[in-house]
């Protein structure tokens, strides 16, 4: 394979999704080489990365799939795994960069908090020789040109996920129906894309958007918002929630108001705590999006990077929908 490929696209396919539940990572995207190659020859590469928050059962996820990889190719890289405290803890990511920088990592990847405001301390760690992978949450276009930077994005399609959520949700509801949103933080892209997605169902599904408001990917603040769109509106019949978190959080709320079941609930991650919510009818639906093997294709891809190949665009990675009929 070619050291300048400007271009990849990987879609992680049928076959090979029984061997990400399985965690085998070198099924799920090309393998690297057993050799050292001479970019870092004279010792192992500094690998960090840097999440959102860790009390996201997401990021959990990631963080042991990420540890899990490092501890079985520690003779190739040494790996550092850092999170913020909660979902909107930004500056500690801007930390976590400039400590890898100072600390001379090789390999930064990231998913930004911020996709706007992450493109500056990346693009001086870019400046400063670091190999940075942008995974999960895609950094803003324009915000990449301004910084004078061009990363490549490793990640799912968060719009097309949120609309095979949406569009399960429609279906089983029928046109007409009323549903609410709850968004993600608006400061992060895969939030704004997950919204369109969902938008994109209303319509095509013929629903009626009754509201939409954030809950920053948090379960207790969706409990919250939940609770007062039940106050405000008697009439909904599904709710869209941009993370399996906030779907947490809305669950929540329909048990405490005796509407679980009776209210359609799509979300997206497939977290092990929304799986047996599935099973018992409590949700509809979620979007596996594969959160434990992420962050190991982004170390091998900085790994590739490291060793003289180049990426850009969007390196697209795979979703499916998860029904009570996957979980059986």
Known sequence: MSNSMKRESVLINAPRRAALKLGLAGTLVLALSC?????????????GLIMKSLSNEFFKQMKAGADKYAAENKDKFDFKAVGMKD????????????????????IIVVAPADSKAMATPL?????????????????????????????AFFGPDNK?????????LAKDLGPGAKVVILEGN????????RKEGFMDSVKSGKLELLDSKTAHWET??????????????????????ANDSMALGVVKA????????????????????????????????????????????????????????????????????????DLK
Do not use: C, H
């Not at 608006?186 to 894309?193: F, G, S, T």
């Open 186 to 193: 608006p400061e992060a892209d895969n939030a704004k894309e």
């Open 35 to 47: 050799s050292v190659s001479p970019a870092f020859a004279a010792g192992k590469p500094k690998v």
């Open 87 to 106: 979902e909107r803890d930004f500056a500690s990511q801007v930390d976590a960069v400039e400590n890898f920088v100072t600390q001379k990592y090789d």
């Open 254 to 325: 329909l048990d405490a108001a005796g509407q679980s079941g009776k209210i359609k609930v799509v979300g997206f991650d497939n977290i092990p705590p929304v799986q047996p919510l599935i099973k018992d009818g409590k949700m509809l639906a979620t979007v596996e999006q594969y959160g434990a093997q992420m962050a190991v294709l982004g170390i091998q891809y900085g790994m590739r990077e490291l060793a003289g190949e180049t990426f850009t665009g969007w390196v697209k990675t795979d979703i499916k929908l998860v029904t009570a009929a």
């Open 123 to 151: 693009a001086k760690a870019v400046k400063a020789g670091v190999k940075v992978i942008n995974i999960d949450v895609p950094l803003d276009a324009d915000a990449k040109k301004k910084a004078g930077i061009d990363l």
């Open 220 to 241: 207790e603040e969706a409990n919250t918002v939940m609770t007062n769109f039940l106050t405000k509106y008697k009439d909904i019949q599904g709710v869209m929630a």
């Open 160 to 168: 097309g996920g949120a609309t095979l959520a949406g569009d399960a």
